[in-house]
């Protein structure tokens, strides 16, 4: 027999019950706030003592609710926020269990897609997608296999709200986390994210994707030219975090063509105009010693790409001599000098004038190439103050840099002989590697 305090707790949970069947919207959302005010943190067996062990009854109405109400906007993020007690509560697994039998995860994606919910609504959505995914690897998969990713990944590219975008990037990295059977599925929508219009969703993206890259191990063959393409933005926050992955992807099989794009990237290509150019404008060469006033706002994009393919060759060759050593045969020096010739672009003559200033200072045989391709005054010019060059050159010495015919690796490589007689260029792929190649440059330094 139940007692009289018993009896006396299921009278009133009976009695709340009735209360939120019999009640209409506002009545609801009056409940509801009570409920989030009263309850808020409370662990599972508290929340089963304040309901006289009948959570779950109230739970379920929830849900039945969301289901009903959810198109409609309806008291929508108070629904999520009460269901989001249940299921953050500390054991709370029996909620989870319930809420995602009756197709929870389905709802809360599906309320990322509409258009006509609030974006503080779709955020509590996210909130719960959390939960779901940090309670463990089997609702991982679950978000996963409900394209989950997909639909995560598009509301983060859509978003307008900078503080919803960082919870969208907190679910992403939980998925990417111990989720192996989904990671890849993860790691390819973060890239299909590196071509919104959203700066904030790239710089998110770019981020986590360093994380996922960590962990998968593997590049995807879409990334190089995914990441090269977010070097035209104007944001220097998303511009930084490319940058970042960059030095990260070099350590993988992408390497090569990563080296190399950035490389071609100094030398964008002009499309023609719709009017007929003389021959002489076709000539790549040439090209960026066009001073026409449409020009830069029509090739701005490219000449930010240039500039920060330029700032990125910097970085990776003052962090690696060997990736230094690599862009060299790629003719880096070349490129450099032309991209120190677009005068239609201050700040990729800076770049390029500073990454070819650390050249200069490494390598003695590049610092010959140049200073006779420049001839002495524009090369003194340079060495006193590589940043400052493009303020003080004038047009005949925009023309040397942008005509010049540097071939600095046909110098080093020589019947196949690398410069200073090491004869390995790589992109570093592991710790190993590094340590034998270096060990090997040291016998033969030591030998001479």
């Not at 009133?12 to 009056?30: C, E, I, P, T, V």
């Not at 062990?53 to 959810?70: E, H, K, N």
């Not at 939980?174 to 904030?200: A, D, E, F, R």
């Not at 239609?344 to 650390?358: D, F, I, K, V």
Request: include cysteine.
């Amino acid at each position: 027999m139940t007692s009289i305090k018993e009896q006396a707790a299921i009278s009133r949970l009976l009695s709340f019950l009735q209360d939120w069947d019999n009640a209409g919207k506002a009545a609801r959302s009056h409940i509801l706030d009570n409920f989030i005010e009263n309850n808020q943190g409370k662990t599972a067996p508290e929340l089963e003592q304040e309901f006289s062990q009948g959570a779950s009854l109230f739970l379920v109405r929830l849900t039945t609710w969301l289901r009903l109400t959810y198109m409609t906007g309806s008291s929508l993020e108070k629904v999520l926020r009460s269901i989001g007690i249940f299921l953050a509560s500390v054991n709370s697994n029996r909620y989870l269990i319930e809420f995602l039998e009756v197709g929870g995860v389905l709802t809360l994606l599906e309320i990322l897609g509409l258009e006509k919910i609030k974006e503080e609504d779709k955020k509590e959505s996210i909130k719960l997608l959390q939960v779901i995914a940090n309670s463990g690897r089997k609702y991982k998969e679950l978000i996963c296999e409900s394209y989950g990713v997909r639909s995560i990944a598009e509301f983060l590219a859509k978003s307008k709200s900078e503080e919803t975008q960082e919870e969208v990037q907190v679910l992403l990295d939980s998925l990417v986390h111990g989720n192996p059977k989904y990671q890849n599925q993860v790691y390819k929508g973060l890239i299909t994210l590196l071509p919104s219009v959203s700066p904030k969703a790239q710089q998110l993206a770019l981020q986590t994707l360093r994380t996922a890259q960590s962990i998968i191990g593997a590049t995807h063959p879409s990334i190089v030219d995914c990441v090269l393409n977010v070097l035209r933005t104007m944001h220097l926050e998303v511009q930084y975090e490319a940058i970042e992955l960059i030095k990260d992807l070099v350590n993988y099989d992408v390497c090569e063509a990563l080296l190399k794009g950035l490389v071609d990237l100094l030398t964008p290509s002009v499309p023609e105009a719709s009017e007929p150019q003389p021959k002489i404008l076709s000539d790549s060469t040439v090209v960026l010693q066009l001073t026409t006033a449409r020009l830069p706002a029509a090739y701005l994009p490219a000449f930010l790409q240039q500039a920060a393919a330029a700032k990125a060759i910097g970085v990776l060759a003052r962090g690696n001599t060997s990736l230094a050593e690599e862009m060299l045969r790629l003719r880096v020096v070349h490129s450099l000098m032309a991209a120190m010739g677009n005068a239609e672009h201050s700040n990729s003559q800076r770049q390029a004038s500073l990454t070819l200033e650390y050249f200069v200072r490494i390598f003695p045989v590049v610092a010959e190439h140049v200073q006779r391709s420049m001839g002495e005054e524009l090369y003194q010019l340079f060495r006193s103050n590589a940043e400052d060059l493009h303020m003080k050159i004038d047009s005949v010495q925009v023309d040397i840099l942008a005509t010049n015919k540097v071939n600095v690796s046909r110098a080093l490589y020589q019947h196949g002989q690398f410069y200073n007689n090491r004869s390995f260029y790589f992109c570093p792929r592991d710790p190993e590697q590094l340590s034998d190649i270096t060990r090997f440059q040291e016998d033969v330094e030591g030998k001479e």
